[in-house]
């Protein structure tokens, strides 16, 4: 069965500092990969996505990741953190046949000024 | 261009009782699934219904159940309420040919509380 793990379940980072969350996938092919964000009381928005090519994928938001098959990794990226990234943020994979995307558990982020 | 919407927005039940929960896709989508997000926790896939006709499940009790219209909006209902279906219930609407690759447009969900 497919599983998606976010190892970290809080990470604190300072304004304006570089952010990365990482995020691991089972599936032995090549997988589609997202990263969503749920603010509080929200539904998920989409930020990015990867299913082919370039392995550096660009994102709303100023975010980034990474897909890097050998890690079996998705990590999210973004140089320069603001206080309005505070928020719940899920990686999520389809893979084969299957139209269903699994979510990770999500990291919880939180930003001090 | 509205996305996805979902009503009501909360919810209080009491144990025993049963609900519906409405949604309806973003405007050109054909494909309706139904998450549930417990407290802490990722969305957990409940059922997709596409033409009308669930299409696939995760793994819920029958006690979980849904419906698609003609106009593509969708119904989930919950019988016999236990205090463990308290969740964020997220309706999440895609077009079905480019799931796989496009993602999901997410509704901001019914907060659902059973006491």
């Known amino acids: 069965a497919q599983s998606v793990t976010q190892p970290d379940i809080h990470i604190t980072v300072s304004e304006g500092a570089s952010l990365e969350l990482r995020c691991n996938y089972s599936?032995?092919?090549?997988?589609?990969l997202f990263w969503y964000v749920q603010s509080p009381g929200q539904g998920l928005q989409l930020l990015l996505k990867?299913?082919?090519?370039?392995?550096l994928v660009q994102g709303i938001k100023g975010f980034e990741a990474e897909f890097k098959r050998s890690q079996s990794s998705f990590n999210l990226r973004k140089p320069s953190v603001h206080w309005s990234d505070a928020a719940e943020y899920f990686c999520?994979?389809?893979?084969?046949?299957?139209?269903?995307?699994?979510f990770g558990r999500g990291t919880s982020l939180i930003v001090h000024p | 261009d509205a996305g996805v919407t979902q009503s009501p927005t909360h919810l209080i039940k009491t144990r025993g009782q049963q609900v519906t929960l409405r949604c309806s896709p973003k405007?050109?989508?054909?494909?309706v699934s139904w998450y549930q997000q417990a407290l802490g926790q990722g969305p957990q896939f409940i059922f997709q219904?596409?033409?009308?006709?669930?299409?696939q499940r995760g793994n819920f009790p029958d006690r979980f159940s849904g419906h698609q219209f003609p106009n593509y909006s969708s119904e989930l209902n919950v019988n016999a309420l236990l205090l463990g279906d308290s969740a964020l219930y997220l309706c999440?609407?895609?077009?079905?040919?480019?799931?796989?690759?496009?993602?999901?447009?997410f509704g901001s969900g019914t907060r659902l509380t059973v006491v």
């Open positions: 219904y596409y033409e009308e006709e669930e299409r």
């Open positions: 990867y299913f082919s090519g370039d392995t």
């Open positions: 599936y032995g092919a090549t997988p589609y």
């Open positions: 999520a994979e389809t893979s084969g046949g299957s139209y269903i995307p699994t």
């Open positions: 405007s050109g989508h054909d494909t």
């Open positions: 999440a609407s895609s077009l079905l040919r480019f799931t796989s690759s496009y993602g999901y447009t």
